[in-house]
């Protein structure tokens, strides 16, 4: 399950604040400048991902939007859009409508990616269906071509992740590749292919939308897979929406390394509320059985 720290959530501001701050990302991972670290609404919306697939062991649309609307906590980042959506779902308005027409073309942003990893880990031995469900997860909130093609790349990663006992970084980024349709998405993984770690992901974005971020978080796994710390640290460094990447990012290396590759010192001080730290672990453990 990802992690997405709270005080990273001033989210939407540049790498510089969040240095200023609290330092470099290394020091804000190795002793972070809180008591207790809250999740944002990337792990929310994970958690009603998550609680669909055990209940219906697919993506179902309305068991989907009511486990959105009964997670649903404002005050954990959500962006404007997003709210608004599940504000109608929660009145029980025509929230399908405004899902269409809130942007043009429907949002292309990186909300439906953010919360897609369960689906990856649940269905890994079969990617056609991964690429299904990680559609109809989307659909809700994210019309656009853009921000559909970027959730299923997620999943897909996910599912790559989990199917390779060591990481191979060529499988990964050639089946990546060929899953991916859109121009936008096959140039930035081309990229993200090459990058090294002495390679700044930057110059692939680290924005609310999608062909601006979710690429990003996979290079920032594919650099340094074997580190949780590298991995989510790299993510913190850009700045921008930095919540949102950290999670993406996260999440892959969690299905990498799994739980043990989690510093203990921040799963110690996870908020561990009625859908906290043991909550998270308990829903974890049974999607992977």
Not at 146 to 173: K, M, S, Y
């Amino acid at each position: 399950m990802r992690l997405a720290m709270r005080w990273a959530r001033p989210s939407r501001v540049c790498a510089d604040i969040i240095f200023c701050n609290f330092g470099p990302p290394s020091d804000i991972i190795a002793k972070p400048p809180v008591e207790t670290l809250f999740y944002t609404d990337d792990t929310e919306m994970t958690i009603a991902v998550a609680e669909t697939l055990l209940s219906r062991g697919t993506i179902d649309e309305d068991a989907l939007c009511d486990a959105f609307v009964e997670n649903y906590h404002p005050a954990r980042g959500y962006g404007q859009g997003a709210q608004r959506i599940l504000d109608a779902m929660k009145a029980g308005e025509d929230w399908r409508e405004l899902a269409r027409t809130i942007f043009p073309g429907g949002s292309l942003g990186n909300g439906a990616a953010m919360r897609i990893a369960p689906i990856g880990l649940l269905f890994h031995d079969d990617l056609d269906r991964v690429a299904h469900e990680a559609r109809l997860c989307a659909l809700p909130t994210h019309l656009h071509p853009l921000g559909i093609e970027a959730a299923q790349l997620l999943a897909i990663a996910v599912a790559l992740v989990v199917r390779q006992e060591a990481f191979d970084r060529t499988t990964f980024f050639r089946e990546l590749m060929a899953r991916a349709s859109l121009e936008e998405y096959q140039w930035q993984l081309s990229v993200a292919s090459r990058l090294t770690i002495d390679d700044s992901v930057a110059v692939l974005g680290s924005g609310l939308e999608a062909h601006r971020s979710v690429i990003t978080a996979i290079a920032c796994f594919a650099i340094e897979p074997e580190s949780y710390e590298g991995v989510v640290g790299r993510a913190l460094s850009l700045g921008n929406d930095t919540d949102t990447v950290a999670a993406m990012a996260g999440s892959l290396s969690g299905a990498h390394l799994g739980i043990a590759g989690v510093p203990a010192h921040l799963l110690q001080i996870l908020e561990n509320g009625p859908k906290g730290r043991d909550y998270l672990f308990d829903v974890a453990a049974r999607l992977s059985r």
